[in-house]
């Protein structure tokens, strides 16, 4: 299919029923369903490139109890995914959002493949002790297979998104219910009236002044976000009244290539199907698939600050992602162990020693050494070998507009904004002080359809 082409500005209309911000994996699950339920919508994104953040997501999609997991022989249970995620948030978790997602993403999974967007392999991401990262069979990093595939669905339905449409304010009735925004769009000034206002528009891991607010401490780091992740939605929703929440809960990603003024993320699969993490003397220092906070603080903790993910063939051919990553150069190569501990200056019988302790511990699936019990598919065994210098940066935003269940936004007395919708990033409270890798996937399209479906009742005056 061509490249989906965004609606000329002139097209936009002065009445629709629901206008989305934002036109990342959320506003666009939110559009499609809002649109499949009646409703007129239109997708404003300020940016030139639609996509947002989700463009940027590697790994998966969790879900928990699907035929997928079925398919591959995982026997799963709903609960123990809202218990581990529940604890690897530090149990910080709205439990009512949480309990929403965790029995919504195996029918998020279905409607996906409902419309021919299909997730049929999977993986495993850190602090999860199951197979429940959905991914296409083809293995390619889901946010970019995800944005084109629903834009091409957007494109069949015919909803149209606007790109380079920055919406400037939220417009208020004499009640107080939202109902319409001002927007600039590529420099025309136009008032839309709606009956609803989704914020869809992302968090704030790209804005500096967000940043120096609420974790001064996280001012030097560099970010994994696009550029348009700058806390927009928060700003809008503040102008209405809106409750920020759980603001200084800001993760920090473990594996992150930053060597170059492109910040490049490696994501979790890498170690899901295998790969290790070793410091400058090339020796293992934690369980590398334990939280990414935890993961993080132990490299942040280690003299340089930094350190490699080392991995085999076998693990490259289980991660189409590598593949990228050599391309722009991130990856050096060795023959041998001895070899590519040469080619990152570290002791080559350390890392030998290593490798060949790992390697026994994935035989037998008993790591001694720091109880990983997950990510033990294969040992690091096949020819080549290969390193990813890598290091902790901004990934995520867990705090952000304080919301019920139904992505309905409330105000500093705990009251519903009426008219204002808001979910994904943008919305606070899911995954508590640590969001689970894969879980944010799964959290645009639980929540955006939500958006959508609530939106709708909302416009039905239900």
Known sequence: MAKFQPTSVGKLEND????????????LSAAIQANELGMKVAVLEKEEELGGNTNRASSGMN????????????????????????????RLNDKDM???FVYHTAPAIDWLADHDIKLDDITITGGMSKKRTHR???????????VKSLLEVVAKENIPVFNKTKVTQLRQANDGRVNGVEVNADGLTKTINAKAVILATGGFGASKEYIKRFRPDLESY????????TGDGLKLAESVGAELMQMNLVQVHPTVQQDNPHVYLIGEAVRGEGAILVNGEGKRFVNELNTRKIVSNAITALPEHSAYLIFDQGIRD???????????????HGDTIEDLAKNINVDPSNLAQTVKTWNDAAENHNDAEFNRTT????????????AIHIAPAIHYTMGGIHVTPKTQVLDGNGDIIKGLFAAGEVAGGLHGNNRVGGNSIAETIVFGRQAGQQVTLYARGL
């Not at 699907?66 to 026997?75: A, D, K, P, R, S």
């Not at 296409?136 to 995800?146: H, K, Q, R, T």
């Not at 189409?320 to 990856?331: H, P, Q, S, T």
């Not at 990510?375 to 290969?386: A, Q, S």
């Open 98 to 100: 949480l309990g929403y």
């Open 136 to 146: 296409p069979a083809s293995m390619a990093p889901i946010g970019g297979f995800l």
């Open 318 to 332: 289980h991660v189409k992602a590598i593949e990228f990553y050599d391309k722009v150069g991130l990856v050096v």
């Open 222 to 229: 560099k970010t994994t976000n696009q550029p348009g992740a």
């Open 63 to 90: 879900a928990a109890e699907t035929n997928v997991q079925l398919h591959h022989g995982v026997i799963d249970n709903v609960a123990d995914f809202y218990h581990e995620t529940y604890k690897d948030g530090g």
């Open 16 to 27: 629709y029923d629901v206008v989305i911000i934002g036109s990342g994996g959320t506003g």
């Open 375 to 386: 990510g033990m598919d294969r040992g690091i065994t096949k020819p080549g070998f290969f």
